[in-house]
Nanobody, 116 residues
């Protein structure tokens, strides 16, 4: 079992920055890939960025060059978000794939609102 808790969301003006954190607990050494997803009102949840256990990263085209995903130790993941736009407004979710069964774990989400 893996538990995920996000933090760092909030209200920011267009062009501003935020840093999201995801703290993992439980069977953290079984975690393989971690990722950030987001879901805007009335839209499907979408992948924002993913990072493998080896540090390889992949970003959605909409956030390339503005967002940076990183991991630290065995239990922390971050999303540095710069040059935020109103269309980045969404609930951001932490995701971890763990174990030989590659089970998906999710956090409860943190709200990011970009508005003037």
């Amino acid at each position: 079992q893996v538990q995920l808790v996000e933090s760092g969301g909030g209200l920011v003006q267009p062009g501003g920055s935020l840093r999201l954190s995801c703290a993992a607990s439980g069977s953290i050494f079984s975690i393989n890939t971690m990722a950030w997803y987001r879901q805007a009102p009335g839209k499907q949840r979408e992948l924002v960025a993913v990072i493998s256990s080896g540090g390889s990263t992949h970003y959605a085209d909409s956030v390339k060059g503005r967002f940076t995903i990183s991991r630290a130790n065995a239990n922390m993941m971050y999303l540095e978000m710069n040059s935020l736009k109103p269309e980045d407004t969404a609930v951001y979710y932490c995701n971890a794939i763990a174990g030989s069964s590659r089970y998906n774990y999710w956090g409860q989400g943190t709200q990011v609102t970009v508005s003037s």
